[in-house]
């Protein structure tokens, strides 16, 4: 039995002092011992926001993080300095970065793998354009992006790691997927786990579903079969990511 998870993707929103009077409005309203929450914040963000769920349900995740341990990088910030500020989660892979920063699937896959070195838990992005799901390759641009974005990391790993689908039409657009649609695409990704690894990694590994959830899609979503959860943005920095969280 897979518990749900679902994680807000602040994106570039919330300074730092912002950022801990959310977590002091939804401290209360994210209360759900049946969902790991997770709220993936701007760098800047990590340290007060940390310290703001101390002692709470909710873990902190980063957005991105550099696949380098340390040097010469200016702007980057590396998995152990993500490790060592108390986050456990990255998004890697996201939309945003794949297309605005030109991050590809080579790059991704050292991220995924330096992510687990560190002892993160990679929150791995996958989803089509318009234009792919009109063409009618959805499932084959994804299993690419999955297959690309997981050379050499083991099942063991895989079984511990969250996927997102987020198909780019949907992500800030207020156009979900239908449930029918995000099922499908999660259940064809797990099937995809299944033949690169096999039946217990596929059957563990968490598959979350983001795109415009909301207070009231995330309950239908979520009961979906292979849908273990939401990759949330917008609804993420109000009051309604606690009925998100709290959706039966
Ligand atoms: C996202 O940024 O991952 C996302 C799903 O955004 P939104 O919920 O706003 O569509």
């Known amino acids: 039995m897979r518990k749900k998870i679902v994680a807000g993707n602040w994106k570039m929103n919330m300074t730092p002092s912002q950022a801990v009077a959310l977590c002091d409005e939804l401290k209360d309203l994210v209360k759900n011992d049946e969902v790991d929450v997770v709220y993936c914040v701007p760098a800047i963000d990590i340290v007060p926001v940390a310290e703001a769920v101390k002692g709470t349900n909710v873990c902190v995740g980063a957005e991105n993080m550099y696949f380098e341990e340390k040097g010469a990088y200016t702007g980057e910030i590396s998995a152990e300095m993500l490790v060592d500020a108390g986050v456990k989660y990255v998004i890697i892979g996201h939309s945003e970065r794949r297309d605005y920063f030109k991050e590809d699937d080579e790059l991704l896959n050292k991220k995924v793998k330096k992510a687990f070195y560190a002892g993160l838990t990679p929150i791995l992005c996958c989803g089509e354009t318009l234009e792919q799901r009109e063409m009618g390759v959805t ?21 511990e790691m969250v996927i997102a689908y987020e198909p780019i039409w949907a992500i800030g657009t207020g156009k979900t997927a239908t449930t029918e649609q995000a099922e499908e695409v999660c259940k064809g990704i797990r099937d995809c786990i299944a033949e690169m690894y096999d039946a217990a990694t596929a059957e563990a590994v968490r598959i979350q579903y983001g795109g415009s959830v909301n207070a009231g899609n995330a309950a239908e979503l979520f009961a979906q079969p292979d849908i273990d959860g939401g990759l949330v943005g917008g609804a993420s920095l109000k009051a309604d990511f606690g009925k998100i969280v709290c959706y039966k």
Do not use: H, Y
Request: aromatic fraction near 4%; charged fraction near 30%; charge should be neutral.
């Open 139 to 159: 499932m084959d641009w994804i299993r690419l992006q999955i297959k690309s974005d997981l050379v050499g990391v083991t099942a063991d790993q895989v079984k």
